[in-house]
């Protein structure tokens, strides 16, 4: 079972450039989430969302949107990447989104972003 | 606001207990979950506490004080595997802290 699935696993972006990251899951998972890491900064909640068709926006949405147009697929798209996107990407899903945060959540690998 | 606080590294011996505080400040809560992370990987789930006490994995505990905003987790005979990144969450806008590197020496 693969799980997660993310792509690219790193890209280098010029600014003012849009993107694209692909995330996929194959567990049949209602709720999925997209983070940011940084060093010393943990991870942040970008967008979630609960169940397909629905999308909500987390800690820090400015500057990305998402879809979800189906239960497996959550693409996180950056309209006109700068600088301070650059960081590590992080894509999870959860069983259940009933209460956000309350039910296991399993993430893929990681898309390693940076924006020139 | 909404924090969450916990050391930034630890230290310990094969073999020894650990102890990983998490302290929090957030609008709302419904419980706490403990993520692992090694270096280069994913975060990994390993516990989670909605009602105050001790829950028990294997090697791994974690405690739960909703009227304190604290938790911990304990990890026990510990072993080199076990040096990562440690993460406290927050339930209700998974709010993250920001990690506590542990070091297991030989």
């Known amino acids: 079972t693969a799980g997660i699935t993310q792509a690219p696993t790193s890209q280098i972006l010029a600014a003012g450039r849009s993107m694209t990251l692909r995330c996929t899951q194959d567990?049949?998972?209602?709720?999925m989430y997209w983070y940011r890491q940084d060093l010393g900064l943990g991870l942040r909640l970008i967008h979630y969302?609960?169940?397909?068709?629905?999308?909500g926006k987390g800690e820090v949405p400015d500057g990305y949107s998402v879809s979800r147009a189906n239960t497996d697929d959550f693409p996180l798209t950056l309209a006109s990447a700068v600088p301070s996107q650059t960081s590590v990407y992080f894509c999870?899903?959860?069983?259940?989104?009933?209460?956000?945060?309350?039910?296991?959540?399993?993430f893929g690998p990681g898309t390693r972003l940076t924006v020139l | 606001g909404q924090s969450l606080e916990q050391p930034s590294e630890v230290t310990a011996v094969e073999g020894a207990i650990v102890q990983i505080n998490c302290t929090y400040q957030?609008?709302?809560?419904?419980?706490l979950s403990w993520y692992q992370q090694h270096d280069g990987g994913a975060p990994t789930f390993l516990s989670y506490?909605?009602?105050?006490g001790l829950e028990e994995t294997g090697r791994f505990s974690s405690f739960l004080s909703r009227s304190d905003s604290y938790g911990y987790l304990l990890l026990q005979e510990l072993q080199m595997k076990d040096s990562a990144s440690y993460f406290c969450?927050?339930?209700?806008?998974?709010?993250f802290g920001t990690g506590t590197r542990l070091q297991v020496f030989p």
């Open positions: 506490n909605g009602l105050d």
């Open positions: 969302s609960n169940t397909a068709g629905t999308t």
């Open positions: 999870a899903s959860s069983r259940d989104a009933t209460v956000v945060g309350t039910d296991t959540q399993y």
């Open positions: 969450a927050v339930s209700y806008k998974l709010i």
């Open positions: 957030t609008s709302g809560f419904y419980g």
């Open positions: 567990m049949r998972h209602n709720a």
